[in-house]
Nanobody
Framework: QVQLVEFGGGLGQTGGSLRLSCAAS????????LGWFRQAPGKEREFVAT????????YYANSVKGRFTISRDNAKSTGYLQMNSLKPEDTAVYSC?????????????????WGQGTQVTVSS
């Protein structure tokens, strides 16, 4: 069983930064693609960013491109989402997920294991 735990959520300022971490255990992290998704109140979960198992490929939603950076440290079995230039529209519960097949896909249905989510609130 793959277990994922997110850290780093909280209150951010408009224009400020937050860094989310996703700690993995119970599997071979280096074999999994990593994705970040978010869900705002009353809205569907949406794709944010994804990275291939070896970090070679990254993809971002247009809404965060140029502001967010996804990365991973396979030696630490940890993924990251660096969030810069925060906007109130970024307020959501952010979840990390792994695709055990290794593909950096954008469809959340392709991901196998999910963290519990961490709340990010950006002041307006």
């Amino acid at each position: 069983q793959v277990q994922l735990v997110e850290f780093g959520g909280g209150l951010g300022q408009t224009g400020g930064s937050l860094r989310l971490s996703c700690a993995a255990s119970g599997g071979t992290f280096s074999s999994y693609a990593l994705g970040w998704f978010r869900q705002a109140p009353g809205k569907e979960r949406e794709f944010v960013a994804t990275i291939s198992r070896n970090g070679l490929f990254t993809y971002y939603a247009n809404s965060v491109k140029g502001r967010f950076t996804i990365s991973r440290d396979n030696a630490k079995s940890t993924g990251y989402l660096q969030m810069n230039s925060l906007k109130p529209e970024d307020t959501a519960v952010y979840s990390c997920a792994t695709d055990t097949r290794g593909a950096p896909v954008t469809d959340p249905n392709e991901y196998d294991f999910w963290g519990q989510g961490t709340q990010v609130t950006v002041s307006s």
